[in-house]
């Protein structure tokens, strides 16, 4: 934990590994303003945080154990130098007197007593920032002073008919104007408290309305807020798949997604009116000939050797294999279900019974095997060169299934969903409809190696 702090005069110790940041600590609806002192005069508070985790578990850590000050992050401010972020917290105690050896002065004043230039327009810029949230409102509810206290009013309610009672304890994972991700404690089981905005609110709608089912493959919604778009959930429990040790609880996991899809079968309609992508058979069909344009294209803007460029007459062949894939499996009727297009080993919570499915915001509805091809695609990767492995995994994910299809229509669906998984996932790319221009050098580089991969795959269904 030593490594992410400052030194006795509150400067950053610098790693290549972690992020310096600027603290703004606020209290009484930013009133006022808690600063360090040390030799050379008033500093606003300075730690640092891991380079690609989330900050606001780090930056609530800190303000606790280094100013034991109980805070909520609230937003990431504007600043001019880029090296540093700037984060804008809430003291939510706003009566502690134990500051850890810095003080609270009047924000209207606390810009003349800074020594350095450069934290007085970022405390400006911050206090800026603030207010014009304020004017917000509800549309960004969480850079609002007081949001924690209302919503923990908000979960009490809730809770009066379960018997429980919210204690004080709680933990921040997700920040931002519009976005939410909070654990609280209470008398009974712990809850998660979710809310999303701006390209991730279609969440909101796929949550709510999958929250019917009951499944015991997803988080148990107790309540929703619709206002702030957030719902709050049971915690699920167990172990995310990098943690697991062994092929059981991967079993477990693809029997438990087989399950919700099975669940998910009547829900297809409501999935895409509620902001699911479209991904059924039809969609892919039509995708196939702009999507062979774009990646033609890219083939020929590729400028290194290897790995090789395929030829336009190997794209055609593959485009016409693709399109082959899509009739088979529409000859089978295959019921479209729920698929989950951002499976990590994150977002698959392993207990002793089965999985707990999490993060629905990149959910589609088509073939069913999608989402297995992926959770195969992430076994591979951890735990590589395991063939039996992969076979009693796919055991576990098809029992379920043969209750609902014969064994010989799933065999063949199985055998054309590889391709077609890997077509879905990059018809999920940004900007390759737009052609060679609207997507980055990496998301093109990517294109290319998942367009040699389905390749390979056409050569092996065919035999050669």
Known sequence: MSSFLCDKSNRILHSPELLPCVLVITRRAHREIFLIRNERGLHLPKTQIPKGERPAPHLVRQARLQWHIDGICLFRARARDRQLRHYVLEAVCAEEADSGGGEWVAADVAGGKLSIDEEVDALHAALSDARAYSVGGSERPFANFGWLEELRNWIRGELSSWGWQLQPGWEQYAMGPEFCLVRFETTGPALWFKAVGGRHLREFSIATTLAPLRSRSLPRMIASHPSWHGWLMLEAGGSDLGQVSGIAPWERAAQSLAALQIESIDLSGSLLAAGSTDLRLTYLSHSIEPWLVTINDLMTAQTVATPRALT????????????????????????????????????????????????????????????????????????????????LVEESYLTLWREVYPRALLEEARRWTPLLAMF???????????????????TGKMLRSMARSMYFEMLRLHGN
């Open 312 to 391: 336009a007459g190997e794209l055609q062949a593959l485009a016409e294999s693709l399109d082959l894939a899509c009739d088979r499996l529409s000859v089978l009727e295959v019921a479209d279900t729920l698929n989950h297009g951002d499976l990590n080993p994150g977002n698959v919570l392993v207990h002793s019974t089965g999985a707990v499915f999490l993060d629905w915001a990149e959910s589609s509805v088509g073939p069913p095997f999608l989402t297995f091809e992926y959770l195969l695609a992430l076994l591979r990767r951890l735990r590589p060169g395991e063939l039996r492995e992969y076979e």
């Open 424 to 442: 879905a996932f990059c018809l999920n790319c940004p900007g390759w409809r737009d052609g060679r221009e609207g997507v980055t050098t990496a």
